[in-house]
């Protein structure tokens, strides 16, 4: 059996302009459609979050909408009694890289299920309270993880081009900008955004008492595993690292530090299986579609047209 998630905007795109006393019969629809073709559905906890971040704040423009979208995000790969949840980025490094469980991350992701089957099940304003202090700390944290790779994302910046004073990397000198572009496509940046992505679980797993510190030359080997299993999200991470040197690419502007997202969903994406089973993408966020089709993985990808089409 196939499996298949969608993305943030692939369930915004299946409610637009749908009551929400429609969308469990649109949802049921789907659902017909995906066991006739033997898809199963899961859920990513990143789309949850990205979603739950906007029902954070009644105020937010898009907070409507997104009501919508966990509803059906829960309704397509969820019922009364559970849920089908893939692994996040954490939980993956964890398990493959270092063989073991990360249980405050896992509590993460109960926590997420719950807050989406509720608001599923009675998305009301009884509900909304009674979930506030979680969707207020997950709207807190997503804010902040996307404020901290802005940061980031400056920082190399400014480290690379110590003249720097916007965004901008080198504008008036092509051949130090080509230089730049070089490096960034290097093998080396690729090990040292994977190093990045094994010692920030290396930490977590050592601060939980999980295992003892390791040496530094057992890390380095697993960053290089994970460029193999991996290249998908280092590779998004490097197109966002691009596209600084190309133009003004202020993260802080045009929600465009939820690249951070996009990178963390990348691990969903390529020649991956789940229980023997080929995964499959549906988005239409051009950045990852790009992505994807540069690391072959263009056939585990569809657009949100595409599936839809491919069910018939």
């Not at 020649?271 to 549906?282: I, P």
Request: net charge positive; with cysteine.
């Amino acid at each position: 059996m196939d499996k298949v998630i969608f993305d943030t905007n692939a369930y915004r795109y299946l409610v637009h302009g749908k009551r929400h006393d429609k969308i469990e019969k649109l949802v049921g629809k789907l659902k017909a459609k995906e066991k006739k073709n033997n898809i199963e559905t899961l859920i990513s906890p990143i789309v949850a979050k990205e979603l739950l971040a906007h029902i954070g704040d009644k105020n937010d423009p898009s907070f409507d909408k997104c009501l919508k979208a966990v509803k059906a995000l829960y309704l397509h790969s969820g019922d009364d009694i559970k849920y089908n949840m893939i692994a996040s980025p954490e939980l993956l490094i964890s398990k493959a890289f270092f063989n073991k469980e990360l249980p405050a991350k896992s509590e993460t992701n109960k926590a997420i299920g719950q807050m989406i089957y509720h608001l599923a099940k009675n998305p009301d304003a009884k509900t909304l309270k009674r979930l506030n202090r979680n969707l207020q700390a997950n709207r807190s944290h997503v804010i902040d993880t996307e404020y901290n790779f802005a940061l980031q994302m400056k920082q190399f910046v400014s480290t690379i081009d110590n003249t720097a004073t916007g965004w901008q990397i080198f504008p008036n000198d092509s051949l130090k900008r080509k230089e730049v572009l070089d490096y960034i496509r290097s093998e080396h940046v690729s090990f040292q955004i994977a190093l990045g992505f094994i010692f920030l679980v290396y930490q977590i797993l050592c601060l939980s008492g999980v295992i003892a510190p390791m040496p530094n030359a057992d890390l380095y080997d697993r960053a290089k595993k994970f460029i193999t299993i991996f290249p998908e999200p280092i590779a998004l991470f490097k197109q966002v690292m691009e596209n600084m040197v190309h133009s003004e690419f202020n993260l802080f502007e045009d929600s465009r530090a939820n690249f951070v997202w996009d990178i963390h969903l990348m691990f969903n994406v390529g020649n991956h299986s789940l229980g023997g089973s080929k995964l499959y993408f549906v988005t239409s966020d051009k950045a990852i579609i790009r992505s994807a089709i540069a690391e072959n993985a263009k056939y585990t990808i569809l657009t949100y047209n595409e599936y839809i089409d491919y069910l018939k």
